[in-house]
C-alpha cells in the first residue's frame, strides 16, 4: 500500500519537521491573530488572499477556483477562515483542490448553533461545513461563539444615532486571539473531526454590552432594548448561539474595548 499525503503529514509532525501551512482569509479579522500564532510556533504560514499585496504571499479566489491549484501547491495543512458570499461553493472548490494537491488536513471554523438558528449566513456555513466533513480530507471542526469585533460590530454600525439600540439577548463574545491559539494548535495536530465548541468568556446580555460600550469611550447615549420577531429571534433567545460549559480565557468584552 502506497504512503498517503497524510501519512507523510503525520510522519513530517512526528519527526518534528515543519509541515507547511495555509490560511485562507488569513488577511481577515481571525486571520490577522491565526498568522501570528503560527508564526509563534515557529512556522511560516502562506496567506492566501484574492488580492495580491499586503499580508497575501498566495492570490486565488475561492469562489471561481482561480489561482487555487498554484495556491495550494506543496501544502500539507489548510486552516479554512475565508468566507465570502458562498460559503458552500467556496468549500467545495477547496476541498477539490486540496484533494488534487495532497493535502492532509484541514481545518475549519466554524459557529456555535448553526443547525438550529436558521439566519441564512449560518445556513451557509452549515452547508460549507457539511462540504468539509464529508471531504474524505482528514478534517477538524471548531466552533465558536461571536468574536468581540462582531459585539463591538453592532455599536460601531450605529455611527451617530442619538440612542445606542442594543439587542434584547445573551451574548458570550470571545477574544480572536484565543480562538486563534487553540487553531494553530488543531493545524499542528492531528485531523480530529468535530472538536469541543468554545465560548468566551463572559455571558452577558446585549444591555449591558451596550453599557461597557458607551463606558470605554463612545458618545454618552441612552440605551433602548429592542426585540424582533421570527425564527432567527428565538434561536438566539433560546441561546443556541451560546456554551455556557466551555469558557476560555483571555480578554472580557472590557478589556478588548479598552485596547482596540
Ligand atoms: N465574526 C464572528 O463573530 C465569527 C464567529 C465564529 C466564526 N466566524 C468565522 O470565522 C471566519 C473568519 O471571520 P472574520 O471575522 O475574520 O472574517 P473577515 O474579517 O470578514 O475575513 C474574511 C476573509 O475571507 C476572505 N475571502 C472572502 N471571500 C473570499 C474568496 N472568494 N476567496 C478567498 N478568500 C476570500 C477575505 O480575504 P480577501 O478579502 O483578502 O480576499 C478575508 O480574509 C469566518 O469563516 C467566519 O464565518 C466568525
Excluded: C
Amino acid at each position: 500500500m502506497g504512503v498517503t499525503a497524510h501519512d507523510q503529514a503525520s510522519q513530517q509532525r512526528q519527526a518534528g519537521d515543519t509541515v507547511s501551512i495555509l490560511v485562507t482569509g488569513g488577511s481577515g479579522t481571525l486571520g490577522s491573530d491565526v498568522v501570528p500564532a503560527l508564526r509563534a510556533r515557529g512556522l511560516s504560514p502562506l496567506v492566501m488572499s484574492r488580492r495580491p499585496g499586503g499580508t497575501a504571499t498566495r492570490v486565488a479566489d475561492l469562489n471561481t477556483g482561480v489561482g487555487l491549484a498554484p495556491a495550494l501547491d506543496g501544502v500539507d495543512t489548510v486552516v479554512h477562515l475565508a468566507a465570502g458570499k458562498h460559503q458552500e461553493r467556496e468549500a467545495a472548490s477547496l476541498v477539490s483542490a486540496a484533494r488534487a494537491s495532497g493535502v492532509s488536513h484541514l481545518v475549519f471554523i466554524s459557529i456555535v448553533g448553526i443547525e438550529e438558528i436558521p439566519f441564512p449566513y449560518y445556513r451557509a456555513k452549515l452547508a460549507a461545513e457539511r462540504v468539509i466533513t464529508a471531504s474524505g480530507l482528514g478534517v477538524t471542526v471548531f466552533r465558536t461563539v461571536q468574536f468581540h469585533s462582531f459585539a463591538a460590530g453592532l455599536f460601531d454600525a450605529q455611527g451617530r444615532l442619538p440612542v445606542l439600540f442594543a439587542p434584547r439577548l445573551k451574548i458570550q463574545p470571545v477574544d480572536t486571539r484565543v480562538v486563534a491559539d487553540e487553531l494553530a494548535t488543531l493545524a499542528l495536530g492531528e485531523p480530529r473531526g468535530r472538536v469541543r465548541d468554545l465560548g468566551g468568556p463572559q455571558i452577558l446580555t446585549g444591555h449591558q454590552l451596550a453599557r461597557l460600550y458607551v463606558d470605554a469611550g463612545s458618545a454618552p447615549r441612552r440605551i433602548v432594548d429592542f426585540r424582533l420577531a421570527g425564527k432567527v429571534w428565538s434561536g438566539y433567545r433560546a441561546g443556541h448561539h451560546l456554551v455556557p460549559a466551555t469558557r476560555s480565557g483571555g480578554r472580557t468584552f472590557a478589556e478588548y474595548l479598552a485596547e482596540r
